[in-house]
């Protein structure tokens, strides 16, 4: 039942248990999943080109368990690109990993197939230095997406004075990220993004926060620089996430960060995101 084999590109694809329901509250099924990654793909896969993918699946839907999956699955098909990565500090005693390489329409359905509704990648390409400086804003209850917004104001702001142009994008779920392209090897960007967040915390201690202490946290938005640790991954641009609407790690224009007044300004689901991109392509054009 809602099974069908396809063909992609020169690929035979077996697409299973397409009918489904994936996220119950809005009843939106597989197919309907790997409808929108199909559709998606022209914007989404250069932001995952060169990029071990690590996949965050959930084979029972939004509400049942879900499990990350760095090594590539044990049935993938053989035209599957994958690369050998080191993996220190792996929970699970790994040195070395074979990661998914999302490079092409085939392996993105594939990945879609296996319910792996979110794709998380690194700041930095296979072989590379990191090329993105990334901030992943987290709003501590009662603050949300509204208050994310002044920060990220306040980080352009920043980056500007240090030369670096700044594009944001919602996580698709609570909070929004800035990335910062910047040159391979070109800054420890580590350490950069932590000085960053530092001097934005002691300027606004009402307002922003640096470290991880949950029990600092309420009402203030957490600077996240950590994610700029090699082994951090954050949400690929375009990716769903695992909520109880299929909403999207979306691409917003600064005058949308600057109008944003209520939590709805900035949360696109699938359809409302397949038709951003159609009017205003992909607002994450540094590529």
Partial sequence: MGDQL?????????????EKVLYPEAGFTKGQVIDYYARIAPV???????????????????????????????????????????TPGSSKGNEFLDFVVIEDLATLAWVANLAALELHIPQWKIGNDPDLLVFDLDPG??????ECCQVALWLREELAEGGY?????????????LYVPVEPGEIDTWSYSRKLAERLAREYPRQVVAT??????????????????????TIAPYS????????????????????????????????????????????LDYI
């Fill in 6 to 18: 396809v063909k992609v590109d020169d690929r035979t694809l077996k697409l299973t248990n397409m």
């Fill in 44 to 86: 989404l896969l250069p932001h995952l080109a060169d990029r071990p993918v690590t996949l965050r699946r959930y084979p029972n839907g939004v509400d049942g368990q879900s499990f990350f999956e760095k090594n590539v699955a044990r049935h993938a098909p053989e035209w599957v690109r994958t690369e050998r990565l080191p």
């Fill in 141 to 146: 209850p009662p603050a949300t997406v509204v």
């Fill in 165 to 177: 142009e700044a594009w944001a994008k919602t996580s698709g779920s609570k909070g929004m990220q």
């Fill in 212 to 233: 991880m202490a949950k029990a600092q946290r309420g009402g203030k938005v957490f600077i996240d620089w950590s994610q700029n640790r090699p082994a951090k991954t």
């Fill in 240 to 283: 769903l996430r695992a909520r109880p609407q299929p909403t999207v790690s979306t691409p917003v224009t600064w005058q949308e960060v600057e109008q944003c007044d209520h939590v709805e300004d900035l949360t696109f689901t699938a359809d409302e995101v397949r038709a951003r991109v159609d009017e205003l392509g992909d607002l």
